[in-house]
């Protein structure tokens, strides 16, 4: 009975030793772009010139003395 114990627990460590155990693959770890310091500043651009002033344009017309009021349509009553 003994002998028996034995070698079933002996093929049973074999047989769980045996298992295909999936590998673990380790990906690592990319590279992380790290800003260095901050350089010299640079010289100040120059002043750009100053755009020409537009025209007044024409006066205009005298009206005819109609005075026309358009109002907007009346909205629905809201439910």
């Given at each position: 009975?003994?002998?028996?114990?034995?070698?079933?627990a002996?093929?049973?460590?074999?047989?769980?030793?045996?298992?295909?155990?999936?590998?673990?693959?380790?990906?690592?770890?990319?590279?992380?772009a790290?800003?260095?310091?901050?350089?010299?500043?640079?010289?100040?651009?120059?002043?750009?010139?100053?755009g020409?002033?537009?025209?007044?344009?024409?006066?205009?017309k005298?009206?005819?003395?109609?005075?026309?009021?358009?109002?907007?349509?009346?909205?629905?009553?809201?439910?």
């Open positions: 009975m003994k002998r028996l114990m034995l070698i079933s002996l093929l049973a460590t074999l047989g769980l030793a045996a298992c295909d155990r999936p590998t673990v693959v380790t990906v690592p770890a990319t590279p992380v790290v800003p260095g310091p901050a350089g010299p500043q640079g010289q100040t651009g120059s002043t750009g010139n100053t020409a002033t537009g025209d007044t344009g024409a006066t205009g005298a009206g005819s003395g109609a005075t026309i009021i358009v109002t907007p349509p009346a909205s629905a009553p809201a439910n």
